[in-house]
């Protein structure tokens, strides 16, 4: 039997309307996109919380209110970012975290670490200059160590994202140690939009990272793309058995007329089902994934 196909929708990041006016950002407005990319065959949905006029919110009562609301609403899983650069103490990255895992409706299925660190400036070949110069994503060991632990005893899964080939590596570490347990969800982050600090969003720039994947660990592996059209890579990860991570937070894709999230997902499943990769129920997920039943 071919492998049911893991679509998670990463429905807003802290992308504006400027282009694609569907992006979500009050609690509402995220958990009505949750239930639509649910029915339109996405089993995951990651989200950042975002203040009504779209602005970065980093208030843990307001992570907590979305992944209520979506709750009521779906049983589409849930994955929480820990707010990127925005936020810039460990403890403080935690802090909505523990808050969610307090309460089981509050509580998110998942949480991002992202497995190394990388300079995220964005190059313009245009200008012959970087847009800004000092842009780092920190992540050290120490951190994403502390991050797994607090998560883990939040009742929360870390999905380990991996930006380079290090980070791969790093993953296999983890592993290894045990900091997170197996079967591990990992998520290929590649990047357009003149983000050199991570792989390209081709065949080849995909490859680097699953043909270094530790083939004696279990890991379930998807894939996105910052700033750039995911269809580039759609079929080599069908036909490499990994997963898919498309959304409108990473890139507004005028070129399909700037569709909303579920009708983004509603592609990438007929992509899936063309090729005999139906879309995974809530339920398979789970399974794949090793997440205990909601309650
Ligand atoms: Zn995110």
Same mark, same amino acid.
């Given at each position: 039997m071919t492998k049911k196909l893991i679509i998670t929708v990463r429905v807003n990041e802290y992308m504006s309307r400027d282009i694609n006016k569907n992006v979500p950002f009050t609690p509402e407005e995220i958990a009505e996109t949750a239930a639509e990319c649910r029915?339109? %065959? =996405?089993?995951?949905? +990651?989200? +950042?919380a975002r203040t009504p006029d779209g602005g970065k919110c980093h208030e843990p009562e307001v992570y907590a209110e979305i992944v209520a609301k979506i709750r009521e609403k779906t049983d589409i899983l849930i994955d929480s970012t820990l707010g990127q650069i925005t936020v810039n103490e460990d403890e403080n990255r935690l802090a909505h975290?523990?808050?969610? %895992?307090?309460? *089981?409706?509050?509580?998110?299925?998942? =949480? =991002?670490?992202?497995?190394? *660190? *990388?300079n995220i400036d964005a190059y313009d070949p245009v200008q012959k200059k970087f847009l800004t110069t000092n842009k780092i994503y920190k992540n050290s060991t120490e951190t994403c160590l502390f991050l797994a632990k607090g998560m883990t005893d939040a009742g929360v899964k870390p999905h380990l994202s991996v930006w380079a080939v290090p980070f791969v590596r790093m993953v296999d570490a983890f592993l290894d140690m045990g900091a997170v347990k197996e079967p591990a969800y990992v998520q290929c982050v590649l990047a357009e939009g003149g983000i050199v600090g991570a792989h390209p969003c081709t065949t080849r720039g995909l490859e680097a990272l699953i043909d270094f994947m530790p083939p004696q660990r279990r890991i379930e592996w998807t894939v996105a793309c910052k700033e750039g059209n995911l269809f580039n890579v759609a079929a080599t990860a069908l036909e490499r058995m990994g997963h898919l991570a498309p959304g409108i937070g990473d890139y507004p894709y005028p070129e399909i007329g700037c569709p909303t999230n579920a009708e983004l997902v509603r592609r990438f499943a007929e992509l899936g089902r063309a090729v005999g990769r139906e879309p995974a129920t809530t339920d398979e997920a789970r399974t794949m994934l090793g997440i205990p039943a909601y309650g």
């Open positions: 029915a339109a %065959g =996405a089993s995951i949905i +990651h989200f +950042h975290i523990r808050l969610m %895992g307090q309460k *089981s409706n509050t509580r998110p299925d998942f =949480a =991002a670490v992202d497995t190394g *660190s *990388s």
